[in-house]
């Protein structure tokens, strides 16, 4: 059964003081992985989406990497406003579907 | 906008009555996904549509669950005879990656 574990589940930490995110996943053939970033009370919006083992994206903050089993979220130098649930899906490659299977997401919070 | 929208964003219902909840997709979409989240937990998949055909269904997907999405164009999710289990953010996506803003239901 294809799943998507991720850790830790909360993270706090100062402004400056960068980290990452891991996203471990086990699926029948990847078809791509997706990050996405959830204010409380909206919809997940989308960040990246990786396809390959070393395929690697970055987006202001925010860098993405994969590899055949894991996937990380880089965040350098983090500022308050990077406070939030980042969450971590993947597409099963066989499924018609192309439906995202999520994690639990970690909560960040980056203090002042 | 050219985004996801849903309808309403909020909705308080007592348990026993019947809701329903509308999505209007990005229009040169046909791929349109039903979620569920309830809290601290990610999005689950409930049912999907490919232009007006219902293609797969999740079993968290109960019998009194109903979409529909006539025309290939706006969805509706219907829950029929609520339950304080049904509680949780109801979210629409679109071919499958942007999601629209979700719909709170709070059953009392």
């Known amino acids: 059964e294809d799943q998507v574990t991720q850790s830790p589940e909360a993270l706090r930490l100062q402004e400056g003081e960068s980290s990452s995110l891991n996203c471990s996943y086990t699926v029948s053939g990847l078809r791509g992985l997706f990050w996405y970033r959830q204010d409380p009370g909206k919809g997940p919006e989308f960040l990246f989406t990786?396809?390959?083992a070393g395929e690697e994206k970055e987006k202001e903050r925010l860098k993405a990497t994969l590899t055949k089993k894991e996937s990380f979220l880089h965040i350098t130098a983090p500022k308050p406003e990077d406070s939030a649930t980042y969450l971590c899906?993947?597409?099963?490659?066989?499924?018609?579907?192309?439906?995202?299977?999520f994690g639990s997401g970690t909560r960040l919070l980056v203090r002042p | 906008d050219t985004g996801v929208s849903q309808n309403p964003r909020h909705k308080i219902t007592k348990r026993g009555q019947n809701v329903t909840f509308r999505c209007d997709p990005i229009s040169e979409h046909n791929r349109l996904y039903w979620y569920r989240q309830t809290l601290g937990q990610g999005p689950e998949f409930l049912t999907y549509f490919q232009n007006e055909a219902q293609l797969e269904k999740s079993r968290l997907l109960s019998d009194r669950f109903s979409a529909e999405r006539p025309k290939g164009s706006f969805s509706t999710l219907e829950i029929q005879r609520t339950e304080q289990g049904d509680s949780a953010m109801y979210l629409c996506a679109s071919y499958p990656s942007v999601f629209g803003p979700g719909t709170r239901l709070t059953v009392l």
């Open positions: 899906a993947v597409q099963e490659g066989k499924d018609s579907s192309y439906k995202l299977i």
């Open positions: 990786l396809y390959s």
